[in-house]
């Protein structure tokens, strides 16, 4: 099954929703994070996972970046994704290794101790809406578990009441095996019966990841979660995209200054410089950098 996301309203537009699945997602953000095991895949996963699904809720070319500033082994993590589905991100060590919750070292990642991993800190949410100065919102973490962090996020900071489900299953071999998630929303005027139908769902419901491995498709997720019917409004493929480019990591020499690059081009011949997201290399040799010197001087 592709990635893919769906949007939908039930309960007469009191209630809004989003599921997707986005195993390829987390398999190319681990894969381009230098391989990142179990920990650092799951909590990178569900991070881009929460990511998309904030991203489609904006308009235009609006961005939203979801940073996890904790004092755990991971170090920082990082998402960003725009409103058409996009999606990358990064954790800062990708290769820590813990005990999971039960002593087994690999295996199923809702024993994970992802919290452990991430450790205290906060969740910042950051997004650019076009207007001078992006809008941020931060939250101490709850648990570091990710889920639990973004459920306190949408409380205190956009007084939403809020169901959330992440989840990425990562396989004994480090490979990811499944992944996605789903987001409900309830909006002024749901009645109390709805309200505790969806909240008794919640608490009997199985790992989402479980329900993918058995062919589940967001939309069934959502229908089992939903009382009465629902309205899908939006399928939308989503994936993960860079836009780093040649020219930007050039663009940024230039921004160091005539002097600087003066130092780099005569004492190290060469520079390369990394993408955080998508790990790609930009190399610039001494020639490529005296041209970057010159255009310094003309602006």
Do not use: W
């Amino acid at each position: 099954m592709s990635d893919y996301l769906v949007r939908a309203t039930a309960l007469d537009g009191k209630l809004r929703a989003f599921a997707c699945i986005t195993t390829d997602i987390v398999r190319e953000l681990s894969d381009r994070n230098n391989k990142a095991l179990a920990l650092a895949s799951a909590a990178l996963g569900r991070t881009a996972t929460m990511a998309v699904i904030m991203g489609v809720m904006l308009k235009g070319k609006e961005t939203v970046t979801l940073q996890i500033r904790g004092d755990g082994p991971l170090g920082k993590i990082v998402a960003t994704a725009d409103s058409e589905g996009h999606v990358r991100g990064y954790v800062d060590n990708p290769h820590v290794e813990l005990p999971t919750k039960d002593g087994v070292v690999f295996g199923d990642v809702e024993k994970l101790d992802v919290g452990a991993a991430v450790g205290d800190g906060f969740l910042f949410v950051i997004k650019d809406l076009g207007m001078k100065e992006p809008y941020v919102g931060s939250v101490p973490l709850a648990t570091g578990e990710i889920g639990d962090d973004f459920l306190y996020y949408f409380a205190q900071s956009e007084q939403t009441p809020s169901a959330l489900g992440l989840g990425v299953l990562v396989d004994k071999d480090q490979t990811v095996s499944q992944a996605g998630g789903f987001l409900l929303q309830l909006l002024p005027g749901v009645s109390d019966e709805d309200i505790n139908y969806i909240e008794d769902q919640i608490k009997q419901f199985p790992h989402i990841t479980s329900l993918l491995m058995k062919g589940q498709t967001p939309e069934q997720i959502l229908q089992r979660l939903i009382p009465g019917e629902i309205k899908f409004n939006e399928k939308i493929e989503i994936g993960f995209q860079c836009d780093c480019s040649r020219d930007r990591f050039a663009r940024g020499l230039i921004s160091l200054g005539e002097t600087e690059l003066v130092k780099i081009a005569e004492e190290d011949k060469a520079a390369e410089l990394v993408c955080h997201f998508c790990n790609e290399k930009y190399h610039f040799n001494e020639e490529q950098l005296h041209e970057l010197v010159r255009d310094a001087k003309r602006d």
